[in-house]
Every structure is written in C-alpha cells, then in structure tokens.
C-alpha cells in the first residue's frame, strides 16, 4: 500500500527545513533541534549541520525556516524566516491515551513470568509485541495483535481488565524487515520501534531527507509499518 507522506527530494527542488543557524567555514549552517511530546526543543545537533548560501540581511535569531534549492550538499538561494518547529518522530501513546482500561498498581503484575511464557507461545504468529503501558489508573499491559482473539484467549486470563488489544494490519516480522530494507539505503539519524498514538507497534527512522531510494523501500510496505520523518523536505 503506497505510503503517500514519503516524497523523495531531489537535485533542484525546493526544499525547506527548521533549525538553528550558525557561522560556518564558508557559509551559514543550519544545525536541527529536535521535539519532544510537549513540543519543547532539545538536542541542538550538527549531525545533519547544512550549508545555507545566498542569505543577505541581518538574520533571524533562534530558531528559523529556510527555504531554498537544493543542491545535493547545501540549501541554495535561500530565505531564512523567524520560527519553525524542531523535527519529531510520530506522535506516540501516553497516559491519556485509553483512559478507559483498568491498571495495576505495580508494574510487575503486568509483567509476571507467566505472561512472559504466554507471550513466547504466540509471539511468532498473533502476537506483534506486549507493552507494560502505564495510564491515570496504573499499570496496564498493551498488546499488538495481528490475530486479537488469540492474544485474549492467551491473555486474559493473566491479565484480566489490566489488558488492552490492539488489531495490526504487520506482524513482528514486516516491522522488522520494514527497518532492516530502509537502513540499507539511509544512514538514519535515529531509528528504532515504538508504540504509536494508537497503541499499534511500528517501526521508525528520522533521516536528513527522504531520497528516492529509500521512498522506493518504503512504498513497498503497508502504510505506517515504518514512519519515517526527515528534516528537510520538499516545499510546496
């Protein structure tokens, strides 16, 4: 299933990205900030530190947007204008996220050797991944199921009114490979597996931008079994 958020940029096209500004060797350089959940800013990198040529004027302090061509090494032509928000990964679960599951007062009643055990015995096929999740009520275990019946049935009777069962459209495996085929083509700034908004396991890669390469691996995957989010994009 085509994946339409994944664009790949090219020589040439217009480009934008968000970050700090700083005194290079031979140009200005625009260094990226992250976001947290709470879209605080953090973690002011010069891993992925681009050339920014053709600024004129006094610039922007703080974080700006810059707009410009890209040339394969640098964002060209550009326009710097105050603000702009730091690069996130995808939105994720929280304690709010069901506040209707009952919890457990202690995390290890949730993650007790016997559901390790159960866990094990359908983690191959049904099950995609079990999560000690915690919400206002306490502890809860969150599970990603391609088969949801079977996940219960082997479940429930551990966990009882502390689980929550997410159906998946990818198996532990498409997760897996999904990550595996992408960080062949991409060196990631960041990539790993989480849990996203609605409680589904999925996996997740922050690159520099998105290049036809790995838009081509991508696509090859459902949608959102890999979310990928780059920091420099095409500008509409």
Known sequence: MHNAEVEAVRVGDQ?????????????????????GVYGELFNETDFFAMPVE?????????MVSVRGVWTGRAIVDADATDGGRGVALFPQISRSSFPDVDGADDRSEI???????????????????????RSEKGWYGLASAVDVETVRAALEPLLGTHLHVVPSAWSRDHVDHAQTAASEVVEPFQSGTGWDADGR?????????????LA???????????HVEAWMKRAG
């Open 15 to 35: 480009v934008s990205a968000a970050g700090v500004l700083r005194e290079g060797e031979s140009s200005r350089l625009l260094l990226m900030r992250g976001e």
């Open 54 to 62: 053709g600024l004129t004027g006094v610039q922007p302090d703080g």
């Open 111 to 133: 993650l007790r050797s016997e559901v390790h055990e159960a866990c094990d015995g359908i983690r191959d096929g049904a099950l995609v991944a079990l999560l000690a999740a």
């Open 201 to 213: 396991f999925r996996a997740h890669m922050l690159v520099h931008h998105i290049t036809p390469e």
């Open 216 to 226: 081509a691996v991508v696509n090859r995957f459902p949608a959102e079994i890999l």
